[in-house]
């Protein structure tokens, strides 16, 4: 199981840094689309882990891959990712896009990320990094 662990976070480490080495390869919403999926999986699981989900992102471990520079916090333009909690549970992520700034189309369009970190029943909604970029937050 530590061994599917490992290739996992090896292969999800490198889908993230293989743009830095091709710009323009992957759009960098969908990089940050990722990223926000990615960290969906780590706030869910602090929670399991805690009771409670993390009062800020920087709460949240470090990666083991990457402990010195934690960049899956930031949007694929290296601004912090917004991360706020309704009364509800209810988790927001959100990047304002290339210029940083609300609203925009294209490369400064807002992304918003909502998801629930309960199930009707009071407990944690599962998630597993195996199946983290398959996660389809609901449209606004």
Avoid: C
């Avoid at 830095?20 to 699981?45: H, N, S």
């Avoid at 992520?93 to 369009?109: E, F, H, P, V, Y």
């Amino acid at each position: 199981m530590k061994r599917v662990i490992i290739i996992v976070s090896v292969l999800i480490a490198v889908s993230f840094v293989l743009p830095a080495f091709f710009p323009g390869t992957v759009p960098r919403g969908k990089i940050t689309r990722q990223r926000m999926a990615f960290d969906r999986v780590r706030i869910l699981e602090y929670g399991r882990v805690h009771g409670q989900l993390p009062p800020n992102l920087a709460a949240l471990p470090r990666l083991g891959l990457k402990p010195e520079a934690d960049h899956y916090l930031e949007d694929a333009w290296h601004k912090r990712l917004i991360y706020e909690v309704e009364s509800s549970g209810t988790v927001t992520l959100k990047s304002l896009g290339k210029d940083g700034a609300l609203g925009g189309s294209d490369d400064d369009a807002d992304i918003i990320f909502r998801f629930p970190s309960h199930n009707a029943d009071g407990s944690w909604i599962e998630a597993n990094y195996s199946t983290y970029d398959s996660y389809e937050p609901p449209q606004q």
